[in-house]
């Protein structure tokens, strides 16, 4: 889809897009409390792997990276209705609508989790909304949004977390909290390749900043990407549950005079596979 860039409206973009992300139980846990979401497909059993690449329509297509409220019961009921509801929200929102609508998440929680026997239920939670003419990043929590640039790994997403540095708490989740005060940016296209990634505290929490910046700055596809970081929280011995999502994208200018839909193209549906212990730790 194209779509004028504010200030220059003679100025377009076809955005193309690779992504693939997983979600991991990891080497020490016994259960699996993160989900992923892409182009409204979820995924919360452990080794499952999702990947889609295409043309961004008219819709969007929204990614996000979701971590249960560790242990509490029930936190992998509350990353996976986190990642349902994402999954169906509109993604053309200002930032006050992107509040009402985890703040409709972080009530419908804390319904559930009372229904359930399960209070104290949560999750955190990151979304990219890829969409036509820009990028939506929103966080509640602790997962994280980043951006590769230039060699560098940026993070542009808040950490909502205490002050003390041997604490893993968080000051605002989805789940018992009426009011949510989402942190939102928007940023149009520039032209060009980018890249995003999004992930749980199990990933930035285990691997070294450096690695981190290494693997995801690295000239390889998503899917390699997401590889050689399963690869590095096994071998880390992670201690809690690790997710992430790579987002390529490739803005390419449209001769104004040469403009066509791209509804004709649309991206494929979502790849799901299942990847057992053996493959994901050696990968």
């Known amino acids: 889809?194209?779509?004028?860039?504010?200030?220059?409206?003679?100025?377009?973009?076809?955005?193309?897009?690779?992504?693939?992300?997983?979600?991991?139980?990891?080497?020490?846990?016994?259960?699996?409390?993160?989900?992923?979401?892409?182009?409204?497909?979820?995924?919360?059993?452990?080794?499952?792997r999702l990947s889609w690449a295409g043309v961004i329509?008219?819709?969007?297509?929204?990614?996000?990276?979701?971590?249960?409220?560790?242990?509490y019961a029930g936190g992998a009921e509350a990353?996976?209705?986190?990642?349902?509801?994402?999954?169906?929200?509109s993604l053309d929102q200002d930032p006050e609508g992107w509040d009402a609508t985890f703040a409709d998440l972080s009530r419908r929680i804390a319904l559930a989790g009372q229904a359930w026997g399960?209070?104290?239920?949560?999750?955190?939670?990151?979304?990219?909304?890829?969409?036509?003419?820009?990028?939506?990043?929103v966080n509640v929590g602790d997962?994280?949004?980043?951006?590769?640039?230039?060699?560098?790994?940026g993070q542009i997403s808040v950490d909502d977390r205490t002050d003390d540095p041997g604490s893993s708490a968080v000051t605002q989740a989805l789940g018992g909290y009426e009011h949510i005060d989402a942190h939102t940016w928007r940023q149009e296209y520039r032209g060009g390749r980018e890249?995003?990634?999004?992930?749980?505290?199990?990933?930035?929490?285990?691997?070294?900043?450096?690695?981190?910046?290494?693997i995801c700055t690295a000239d390889r596809s998503p899917a390699q990407i997401v590889d050689a970081v399963t690869a590095s929280i096994y071998?880390?011995?992670?201690?809690?549950?690790?997710s992430i999502v790579v987002v390529d994208l490739t803005a390419t200018p449209v001769d104004p005079g040469g403009r066509q839909s791209v509804a004709a193209s649309p991206g494929r549906s979502v790849d799901i596979q299942t990847i057992d212990e053996e493959q994901r730790s050696v990968r």
């Open 1 to 48: 889809m194209t779509q004028p860039v504010p200030g220059d409206p003679a100025r377009t973009f076809t955005v193309r897009a690779e992504i693939c992300g997983s979600t991991e139980v990891g080497p020490t846990r016994a259960d699996n409390q993160d989900a992923i979401m892409i182009a409204s497909a979820v995924g919360t059993a452990s080794g499952t």
């Open 57 to 71: 329509g008219a819709a969007g297509v929204p990614v996000a990276v979701i971590d249960g409220m560790g242990g």
């Open 79 to 89: 990353a996976a209705l986190t990642a349902t509801g994402l999954a169906g929200v």
């Open 118 to 137: 399960t209070p104290r239920m949560g999750a955190t939670a990151a979304l990219l909304a890829i969409t036509p003419g820009a990028l939506v990043m």
């Open 143 to 153: 997962c994280r949004i980043y951006r590769v640039a230039g060699g560098h790994l």
């Open 195 to 214: 890249r995003y990634v999004l992930c749980s505290d199990g990933v930035w929490g285990t691997l070294d900043p450096a690695v981190l910046r290494d």
């Open 235 to 242: 071998a880390q011995q992670a201690t809690d549950n690790c």
